[in-house]
């Protein structure tokens, strides 16, 4: 899953795989995105990165076979969302 943030220092888009492959820095300009944490941070990202890669494709497999059921959307997105939503209000964006 190609997950996207946003550096709140340089304002610059990036992906969470090159945060990971950056050790956990701002691709662009380079500073520490959690300088106490940061191979916490990147085992964390990683670990989202692939987890939501394993949930993509198995929902993938779910629908294709068209089973008689359909899923709750919120079950399965919501606790997601307030995780991310909290990261937003921490930096007042
Ligand atoms: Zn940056």
């Not at 949930?55 to 709750?72: I, R, S, V």
């Amino acid at each position: 899953m190609k997950i996207k943030g946003t550096c709140t220092r340089c304002g610059r888009e990036f992906l969470v795989e090159q945060v990971v492959q950056n050790g956990g820095r701002c691709p662009w300009d380079g500073q520490p995105f959690e300088a106490d944490y940061a191979a916490v941070l990147v085992d964390s990202l990683r670990d989202a990165g692939s987890a939501g890669s394993t949930l993509e494709n198995a929902l993938e497999k779910t629908a294709d076979m068209q089973p008689e059921f359909t899923l709750d959307l919120e079950s399965v997105i919501g606790v997601l969302k307030q995780h991310i939503q909290r990261l937003e209000r921490r930096t007042g964006r």
